[in-house]
């Protein structure tokens, strides 16, 4: 079975957050389990395709609105990430150093989808599944099916997997000419709430739709930024499957970007030696335990809340508590946390910026993981932790709630809470102290946590089950 993965991320290619994750491992799994899932991603101005051979593989132009642009798709030569990788390069729009936040970013992405589109209607070999990521490739199941330019195609199977809901990429129909010509009676497919909304679109026209968590696929009729009523509607269409982890790139015993590699079945020295590798680096005390935050800086992360959460934990705790903060994104949030540096400067550290090789030491060197999201679809940040024997702290909200089991409860290895408030993290940061002073428990903890196993294998069987399903003569 060939399926096109579609997304605006992939790991190691372009990565903003867990999306980059999720596309650069679930193919990889597919294809261990016999399928042939290739991805195809806007072509980036970025250090692995300066790095990396190409060749390419087709040629053409397409027309947006009144300008017409040319596009080449790349392949790269020796699928040296476990599957085929297409990048669609369109020089003007689709040939950028960053992935988002361009004042053309929905022309950007709509060229994306049409460039993809006349490509594999070209191509003589048609695709089985076409599995599409997030909003910013939410109109192909639409344009497959209502535009008469992809006709041979209108059959093909599309699955949507929603990565964050909050996000849809509504335009308005001043760009409606951007878009090849459509059926006009259906057009009304591509409207919510009076816009064009490639989320709600995707929804409504996709054969089957996917959310990265069983809890989140429930929450999304309660809170997704105004589809709620959508996702209650479409309810019947809808599944959850949590997402994995890569195990190559995550392996706490062959990570080159940690300080040393950490035991499963004794894990208390290789933490130590991270732990160490870390405090020394940012200058802070190896004996005290240590809470750790990495992710955007957004209020769905709940890190407006950090601040004032962490200046009451560090004064409630002097001396007996180092936090350590990894991230980027809101500006006032960013001074507000680098502003703790000097307030705290022997037990607080910011480091505002991306740093993957600092966020893998982290995972590795700190004891607890702290995660007050408002929103988290799956979440990755707690995974990685558990692999790496670090306690995540965590609200209980969409993914937290299927992968985090208090530490409390029976079988438990976390720390959880209901609220993303200031009352709700400090006091789980106490708890947090407190399971630190009891090392057997902590001990305990690290083992059952590094038993645990949310690798690909279960969830991609699961994506394959379900194209299968929709593709019953396969
Ligand atoms: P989201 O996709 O919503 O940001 P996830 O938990 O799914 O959240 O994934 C976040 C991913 O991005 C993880 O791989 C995490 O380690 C990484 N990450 C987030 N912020 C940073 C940062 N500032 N530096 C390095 N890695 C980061
Ligand atoms: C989104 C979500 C995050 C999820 C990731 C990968 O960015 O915010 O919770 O883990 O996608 O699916």
Redesign the pocket.
């Known amino acids: 079975m060939k399926v096109y993965h579609l997304a605006a991320e992939c790991y190691p290619v372009a990565k903003v ?3 980059a ?2 596309v650069g491992a679930l193919p990889k799994y597919q294809n261990e389990a016999g399928l042939q899932a290739a991805v195809v991603l806007p072509y980036y101005d970025r250090k692995f395709v300066q790095e990396s051979e190409f060749d390419v593989v087709f040629e053409a132009s397409n027309l947006l609105g009144a300008k017409r642009y040319e596009f080449e798709i790349w392949k790269e030569r020796t699928n040296k990430l476990g599957f085929e990788l297409f990048l669609i390069y369109m020089p003007g729009l689709l040939d950028r150093p960053e992935v988002y936040s361009y004042p053309d970013e929905r022309e950007q992405f709509i060229a994306f989808q049409l460039a993809f589109l006349d490509w594999i209607n070209w191509s003589q070999q048609k695709p089985d599944v076409i599995h599409c990521h997030d909003h910013h490739v939410g109109l192909i199941p639409f344009l497959l099916q209502h535009s008469a330019l992809y006709k041979r195609l209108a059959k093909t199977t599309t699955v949507f997997t929603i ?2 809901g909050q996000y849809h990429g509504a335009f308005g129909y001043d760009k409606f000419d951007y878009l090849p010509e459509v059926d006009m009676a259906y057009a009304g497919l591509l409207d919510w709430g009076g816009g064009i909304n490639p989320l709600a679109c995707a929804i409504k026209c996709c054969d089957k739709y996917t959310a ?1 968590s069983p809890s989140y696929l429930h929450e999304l009729s309660i809170n997704s930024n105004g589809l709620e009523y959508l996702f209650y509607i479409e309810g019947a269409k809808g599944m959850g499957i949590i ?1 994995g982890i890569d195990t190559e790139v995550w392996n706490p015993v062959a990570d080159p970007m940690i300080a040393g590699p950490i035991d499963a079945k004794e894990p208390d020295a290789g933490k130590l030696a991270n732990k160490q590798a870390l405090c020394e680096r940012f200058g802070l005390d190896v004996n005290k335990p240590l809470v750790s935050f990495i992710g955007r800086l957004v209020i ?1 992360k709940g890190a407006d809340l950090l601040p004032q959460a962490l200046t009451q934990s560090l004064r409630e705790h002097a001396g007996d508590l180092n936090v350590l903060v990894l991230g980027a994104g809101d500006k006032d949030t960013e001074a507000a946390l680098v502003q703790l540096n000097e307030q705290f400067p022997d037990s607080y550290k910011t480091y505002i910026g991306y740093n993957e090789a600092l966020a893998h030491l982290i995972y590795a060197g700190s004891d607890f993981l702290l995660m007050p999201s408002r ?6 940040n707690q995974l990685y932790a558990l692999r790496y024997g670090t306690v995540p702290i965590v609200r209980r909200t ?2 937290l709630i299927d992968t985090v089991v208090d530490f409390g409860d029976e079988g438990g290895y976390g720390i959880c809470f209901n609220q993303s408030s200031v009352d709700d993290i400090t006091h789980s940061v106490r708890r947090a102290i407190e399971l630190y002073k009891n090392h057997e428990h902590l001990h305990l903890l690290r083992k059952r946590m590094m038993a645990l196993d949310f690798s690909w294998t279960q969830s991609a069987k699961q994506y394959n089950q379900l194209y299968e399903s929709l593709n019953p003569i396969i």
């Open positions: 957050g867990g999306l994750d999720v990565h964050n990265v997402n769905e929103v988290e679809p799956c979440g990755l969409g993914g």
